[in-house]
C-alpha cells in the first residue's frame, strides 16, 4: 500500500517586506545609552594659564578649584563635586558653607591669562570673605630657556 505522492510541495509564500523590528530595538539601546552617559560627560571650561617657574604643589586631596574665564565668569568645583558655573553671591554662599564644614581648605585660582587682574583679585577678594585661609593661584610651566 503505497500512498501516491503528487510530487507538490507547498510553498510557503515570501514575504518581500524588511523587517525593522531588531533596527529599532538596536537604536532603542542606543538611545537609553546615549542618555544615561550624556550626564556624565564633564564639559570643561577653556582657561589658557599664565606661566612660571614655582615648584608644583603636592596635594593628598583633591583640590578646590575656582575658575576665572576670560569673560569674567566664574566656575566653582569642589571636592567630589560637579564643575558648575556661580555669579559672586552664589559663589560666596557656597564657599562659606564649604568652609564651615571643611575648615583650612585650600582653594586653587586658575585665572585666563587673558582675564583682567580686577576681575581676578575680586574672585579671591571673594573667597577671602568666604573664610577661606589659603588662596592659591595656578599657572602652566614655563618653557625652559637654553
Known amino acids: 500500500m503505497s500512498t501516491a505522492f503528487s510530487g507538490r510541495r507547498a510553498r510557503r509564500k515570501l514575504k518581500n517586506e524588511i523587517n525593522v523590528v531588531p533596527y529599532i530595538d ?15 560627560l564633564n564639559l570643561g ?4 594659564l599664565p606661566q612660571s617657574n614655582a615648584r608644583g604643589i603636592n596635594s593628598e586631596s ?3 578649584l575656582l575658575e576665572v574665564t576670560q569673560d569674567g565668569r566664574y566656575f566653582l568645583k569642589l571636592a567630589d563635586a560637579e564643575r558648575e558655573e556661580l555669579d559672586e553671591a ?3 554662599a557656597k564657599m562659606g558653607a564649604f ?3 571643611n ?4 582653594v586653587y585660582v586658575a585665572g585666563d591669562r587673558r ?23 595656578m599657572s602652566t610651566p614655563a618653557a625652559e630657556t637654553r
Not at 538596536?26 to 556624565?40: N, Y
Not at 571650561?45 to 589658557?48: G, I, Q, T
Not at 582675564?115 to 568666604?130: F, I, S
Open 99 to 101: 568652609v564651615r564644614a
Open 103 to 106: 575648615p583650612n581648605v585650600p
Open 45 to 48: 571650561v577653556e582657561v589658557d
Open 62 to 64: 583633591e583640590p578646590v
Open 26 to 40: 538596536v537604536m532603542l539601546v542606543l538611545l537609553i545609552i546615549f542618555m544615561v552617559t550624556a550626564p556624565l
Open 115 to 137: 582675564v583682567e587682574y580686577g576681575v581676578l583679585m575680586q574672585g579671591m577678594a571673594l573667597m577671602q570673605q568666604a573664610g577661606v585661609n589659603k588662596v592659591l593661584l
Open 90 to 92: 552664589a559663589l560666596m
